[in-house]
């Protein structure tokens, strides 16, 4: 480790907090219905929406109501976002003249695009045409994240009224989302990245000989403008198959900067947002402390561990902690540019938030080293987490926590003034404890069966920490992998001719990701349905106090004691193992 | 429920429209405009010939030929490929240095595969270099030299590295050693802002400087 990585993981925290308050308190604005700046621009085009869609935009829904518009509206998406991908073949935009992946891939990748995970089975340079990369995935960039954003808006407002049942407008919350959120920043996200090197153009692909004679054949394409969102809205999916490490999608140290600070950036300012729409600022900070105590935990661990030689590098003979410069480490699959650090870091924020690109291979990171990506997957996204869904995941476990402290005080729990009771507790406990169930469940067959065992790549314990991240990643909605497990099989000619999927993994990981998308959707706005109903009460002398380090300690405790139970075993079968051991396998 | 459903399907369209086709031509447009070349993938031209994107790294080998003089295969029918020591060497790719077909080599920290090919390329670079550098152990090789990078087409090495693999250069190009690392230091990327990021020296740029002012013969 040294001062200068250090250095840029300060600088980094520095920037994202400062950056907090400012786009915050914006969004706040924006799910309030204040006007702002952007609106001059857009308000015809949103008030032309409204119409188009046959809303009155005052027109508040009840939870079930919202929820039911949000399932309605992702299932459509996901019959045309299928369809497209099914379709390139003879659609335009497709001048490498693509086929269709196979059915059971396309269902994977749908319902992984549809559920802002991103998960990847398919090569984006070998698989899909131009139209399915704009039209089909990144729509699903801008969509699935404002759906997430738009229930937690919705969620909020439970957790801020009282004496009623109306949450807000699905369609204003989403409309606002897109046009006052999410474009503003990828446009000016696109242009920093072009700027940088990130290519944009329509132009497919170049061939030259190059210096030394050999051929070589840039892949092209509209890249910017999707890694922008893909950024921004904790999707992931790349546009290249190794993603963020390919120059052409994050080209200079300053785009890694950038790319990296958009991945937490909408996350954290929801910190705010929700402090300012729930008129206790405090509250939100308090978030933002806990989130950030498990950051730190989580890039603490990944730095030093990566900057250790792995058993295979010491095995070779490699002295990769000797010499000069802040690149010394695990640099196998890792870039010069980015070096151990920016790597480490990207890796902790792309697994905090449910965001899934990389700028280096999970898979190559030492064995404890990598247990901060997984970890951090198994605390359930809470840790700034996904556009939205990480707030409202964080909001579940505030109130499971709530609920243990007031056991333990022999109080009512209560949070906000408003008591928590049965329902809440009820519904919070499927809400986050269905996740280890289903992670346990699906990693359990696959690892157990022979049609699971086709998608694993390296042999030994390594096989074993693909697994279980594979299912980890997918049921939380991240998308990062230890890529060489495999759901998708493409023979040397690009263009998906004689390609085939492996149903197993493609259906059981399009399962997982869809049941870990919309039951802890659904479980907060059924929270939030119930507590709009409830009267705050004022705070007394015995109330205990949310905003406090004494309840931060519990709340972090709560999350990673929920993880360690449900995981460790897991854990000590792949990383811990591989950590302890300087065998080969 | 039938309002949700005329509702989305509506909005399906408009926002397919939308963020799928509006946004990402008029941001192609734009950025076209104000960015040219880096839109179009930072090209670098030989000649007015393009030989290359100064954003991707290239393969610097030669072919191995065997007692005929013919190139050698492997098994698979691939030319066998070794490093050209005109040149300076990129690191390691596991994908052949393809900027089309892109993959991570995922092999994990305890992988014998991982093992066996960081001691081929440890030993190929000491072979390559301790002509040139005799001081050179394999205490000495930097990291980057000899573990794969992410992308395939990492178009950066480490300062160590160039600085190592310059003692060749200038012997095999007969080129002044103070020249070279002058050359080096020139296309050498510097951390963003001062502080972001780690240096690298960019090999292309590099080795197209070097042709320029010690063609070979």
């Known amino acids: 480790m040294t001062w200068q990585g250090w250095l840029q993981i300060l600088i980094y925290v520095a920037v994202l907090t400062a950056l907090t308050p400012l786009l915050g308190g914006y969004m706040a604005r924006v799910y309030m219905g204040r006007r702002v700046v952007v609106e001059r621009a857009l308000g015809p085009v949103e008030r032309l929406f409204y119409r188009a869609v046959r809303t009155n935009p005052s027109r508040e829904q009840n939870w079930k109501q919202y ?10 998406f996901w019959l045309a976002l299928y369809a497209i991908l099914r379709l390139q073949g003879s659609l335009p935009f497709n001048p490498l003249r693509f086929g269709a992946a196979p059915w059971n891939v396309t269902f994977n990748t749908t319902s992984s695009f549809i559920t802002n995970t991103n998960w990847q089975y398919y090569g984006g340079e070998t ?14 960039n801008f969509v699935s994240a404002a759906v997430g954003m738009a229930v937690l808006a919705a969620v909020i407002r439970g957790f801020a009224r009282r004496d009623t049942d109306r949450l807000g407008n699905f369609w204003v919350d989403l409309t606002r ?3 006052y959120i999410l474009l503003p920043l990828s446009i000016i996200g696109t242009l920093v990245l072009v700027s940088q090197g990130v290519v944009q153009t329509l132009t497919s692909s170049v061939d030259f000989t190059g210096l030394h004679g050999f051929a070589q054949s840039l892949a092209l394409g509209p890249v910017a403008s999707q890694i922008a969102i893909k950024q921004l809205g904790t999707n992931g999916g790349g546009f290249f198959n190794v993603n963020s490490a390919f120059p052409f999608e994050n080209a200079t140290q300053f785009s890694n900067f950038v790319e990296m600070l958009f991945i937490l950036l909408i996350p954290a300012a929801a910190t705010y947002q929700y402090g300012k729409m729930i008129g206790r600022q405090r509250q939100g900070w308090a978030l933002y402390v806990a ?3 498990m950051f730190a935990i989580g890039i603490g661990n990944a730095y030093f561990q990566e900057t250790r030689a792995t058993p295979a590098l010491t095995a070779a003979g490699v002295h990769a902690t000797v010499g000069h410069g802040s690149s010394l480490g695990n640099l196998q699959d890792k870039e010069q540019r980015f070096g151990i650090a920016n790597t480490a870091l990207w890796a902790t924020a792309t697994t905090d938030a449910s965001n899934g690109s990389v700028n280096g291979s999970h898979e190559a990171f030492t064995g404890f080293g990598g247990l901060t990506p997984l970890t951090n997957l198994m605390t359930g996204e809470v840790i700034f987490g996904g556009v939205g869904s990480g707030l409202y995941g964080m909001l579940m476990l505030v109130v499971l926590t709530v609920f243990l402290g007031g056991l333990m005080v022999g109080r009512t729990p209560e949070y906000l003034g408003k008591k928590i009771q049965a329902r809440e507790v009820k519904i919070v406990a499927i809400g986050t404890l269905y996740m280890p169930v289903v992670v346990l469940i699906a990693a359990a067959l696959a690892i157990a069966t022979p049609a699971g065992k086709k998608s694993i790549f390296d042999p030994g314990p390594q096989g074993f920490s693909e697994t279980i991240y594979a299912y980890t990643s997918q049921v939380n909605n991240n998308g990062s992998a230890f890529a060489g497990y495999t759901g998708f099989v493409q023979p040397n000619a690009p263009g998906n001719k004689g390609a085939m999927g492996v149903t197993f993994a ?9 049941i870990g998308r919309f039951i802890p959707l659904l ?26 380090p004494i309840f931060l300690v519990l709340l972090i405790g709560v999350a990673l004691v929920v993880a360690a139970l449900s995981f460790l075993p897991a854990l000590a079968l792949g990383p811990i193992v591989q950590g302890l051991t300087h065998q080969l396998f | 429920m039938r309002r949700d459903i005329i509702g989305s399907v509506v909005a399906i369209v408009v926002l397919t429209l939308g963020f799928g086709l509006v946004y990402p031509l008029v941001m192609t447009g734009v950025a076209q405009g104000i960015f040219p070349n880096a839109a179009d993938g930072s090209k670098v031209e030989r000649d007015g ?17 065997d007692k005929n003089g013919k190139p050698k295969v492997d098994a698979d029918g691939k030319p066998v490929l070794e490093a050209d020591p005109n040149w300076f060497q990129s690191r390691p790719s596991q994908s052949d240095y393809s900027a089309n077909v892109t993959f991570f080599s995922n092999l994990g920290p305890n992988q014998k595969a991982l093992a066996d090919q960081a001691k081929a390329n ?32 990492d178009p950066h090495i480490s300062i160590d590295n160039a600085r190592i693999q310059a003692n060749r250069i200038a012997a095999v190009r007969k080129a002044p050693l103070a020249r070279v690392l002058v050359l080096i230091r020139q296309h050498t990327d510097g951390r963003a802002l001062g502080v972001l990021g780690e240096p690298g020296v960019n090999v292309l740029e590099l080795n197209l400087a070097l042709d320029k002012e010690f063609p070979l013969r």
């Open chain 1, 506 to 514: 493609d259906l059981l990981g399009g399962g997982a990701m869809l």
């Open chain 1, 67 to 76: 929820g039911t518009t949000v399932l309605v509206f992702s299932a459509l």
């Open chain 1, 127 to 140: 698989t899909m045409s131009q139209l399915a990369q704009m039209a089909g995935l990144a729509v699903q």
């Open chain 2, 49 to 65: 010939k393009v030989v290359g994107s100064s954003l991707i790294g290239q393969d610097f080998r030669k072919p191995v030929l």
């Open chain 1, 177 to 179: 989302t897109l046009l």
């Open chain 2, 122 to 153: 440890l030993d190929a670079y000491l072979a390559l270099e301790h002509p040139y550098t005799p001081t050179l152990t394999a205490a000495g090789v930097p990291v980057d030299a000899v573990t794969t990078s992410a992308s395939g087409v």
């Open chain 1, 523 to 548: 479980a907060a706005l059924a929270v939030a349905g119930s507590l709009a109903r409830k009267r705050p009460a004022p705070a007394g002398p015995g109330t205990f106090r949310t905003d406090s």
């Open chain 1, 291 to 293: 989130m950030l105590v």
